[in-house]
């Protein structure tokens, strides 16, 4: 089976799969806010799975490369990576390698960009020319780890727990101090720590990585990255309008989505924060108020 063979087959299974649900009902669902769990059933992931397993198989044999896939997500992860990279490779997307095959990629973890130059993607991002001002202070100087903010040190205990859930997923680890300045020495900066009570009685926590510990001001994205605003959802909407029938939109959020991505192990100690001593947590993956975690969030979605 060739390459165009196999895409064409994917999209014709895929397609299908998705005309037998009772898309109406669903939308209904998700519009009402009643949906519980993921809009598709288990057995249908699972078919639709073993038909991609197969046709990739199938088409690294027909390149003289055969390759088997394990469908289930890398240590750390939620995303089948090396076989959505494979995948886009087939496509010809031109950035496949990112997802598991180059030398820095998901798989292994990305850098957050604070001692090392941040990637370009033009085949997906405009270049950018414009970037935060950060005052002297913040930018200049020696980093300096900080204390946490009232709103953390008020609701250490349930702050802990959240971690807690998070280690179980792989996002953090928890280690004692002593241990983590042996591995990253002057590297090793603990943030402050802000918390925002949520409608679900857990917290935002905000990693501040620009007062004190300077991680931000070090951190300079090279890719412009967009988000649709209300303007194009109405234009989008416009559009179809025009068409007859009944538009809405939908907006779905993820959770957690910022803490998707691995990051390098070496740059988890800037990714510092503390609750109580000795231990310190340690961020493994991208995290809410480090300037690169929104980019790898686009990038890995895209």
């Known amino acids: 089976m060739c ?11 895929l397609f299908s799969a998705v005309a037998r649900l009772d898309y109406k009902r669903l939308i209904s669902t998700m ?77 292994t973890g990305v850098r957050i960009g604070y001692d090392k130059r941040m990637p370009r993607t033009p ?12 005052t002297e202070d913040q930018e200049s100087g020696i980093p300096q780890s900080r204390s946490n903010y009232t709103s953390a040190q008020d609701n250490v205990k349930a702050i802990e727990r959240q971690f807690e859930e998070e280690a179980k997923e792989g996002f953090m680890r928890r280690v004692r101090k002593q241990q983590a300045e042996k ?20 917290f935002r926590v ?15 994205l090279r890719d412009q990255t967009r988000s649709p605003t209300i303007a194009e959802g109405r234009t989008v909407l416009g559009e179809n309008m025009e068409r007859g029938g009944t538009h809405f939109s939908l907006k779905g959020d993820v959770r957690s989505a910022h803490r998707r991505v ?26 809410f108020g ?13």
């Open 3 to 13: 390459i165009r063979d196999s895409c064409d087959t994917i999209r014709h299974n």
């Open 31 to 107: 519009a009402t806010g009643k949906l519980e769990g993921p809009p598709f059933e288990k057995n249908m992931i699972e078919a639709q799975r073993k038909m991609l397993k197969g046709l990739m198989e199938l088409a690294s044999k027909g390149q003289g490369r055969p390759k088997e896939f394990d469908m289930v997500p890398e240590e750390g992860q939620c995303f089948l990576l090396k076989p959505i990279g494979y995948l886009l490779r087939l496509m010809g997307d031109p950035d496949w390698r990112i997802y598991a095959e180059a030398k820095e990629n998901f798989v």
């Open 123 to 134: 085949a997906v991002f405009e270049r950018k020319t414009h970037w935060h001002h950060y």
């Open 183 to 202: 591995e990253y020495g002057d590297s090793l900066l603990i943030a402050g720590l802000a918390a925002i009570e949520k409608s679900d009685e857990s």
């Open 206 to 220: 905000i990693h501040d990585g620009t007062h004190g510990v300077k991680v931000n001001p070090k951190i300079k």
């Open 262 to 287: 691995k990051n390098r192990r070496k740059d988890h100690g800037r990714q510092a924060c503390q609750l109580k001593p000795p231990y310190l947590w340690l961020n493994q993956v991208g995290t």
């Open 290 to 302: 480090i300037g690169s975690a929104a980019y790898w969030l686009s990038l890995i979605h895209i």
